[in-house]
């Protein structure tokens, strides 16, 4: 990830991948990979859970795209998918997410989920504020120069 700019991740889940795990594997599935929070959202009884699992998995998927965090094994639930009060989502980022993030310099992500018939997406981009220093020989300048200076 370069100094300041935009990365975007993105990510295609199958919704019956997810229904199976969910099937076959049920409680290890579910509180290996997602967070209390999320659980409380898509077990609610009111919808389909696997739509909704699905989306937040592949935006999970999508965030650690987006850091390009992929040399190393997370705990998935370290990328948190947030719903707000006004329906939009957010992610929010814990443990060693959380810390690559920092080391990266981005201070926003953010997320767009879908999911419709056999599939759930969702693309993340993340934004990364440069760092702006003045090197050491202008802080010491009496004679100030132009802001465009080469």
Known sequence: MGRGGLVVGTDLVEVAQVAHSLQT????????VFTADELAYCLDGRRDPA????????AKEATLKALRQNDEAV???SVEVRRRPDGSCEIVLHGGVRALAERLSVD????????DGAYATAVVIAEQREKWRLPA???????PRGAYER
């Open 108 to 115: 926003v992500l953010s997320v767009s989920m879908s999911h």
């Open 75 to 77: 705990d998935w639930r």
């Open 137 to 143: 020989s202008r802080l010491a300048r009496k004679t």
């Open 25 to 32: 594997f049920r409680e290890r599935y579910l509180t290996r």
């Open 51 to 58: 739509r909704h699992l699905a989306a937040r998995f592949a």
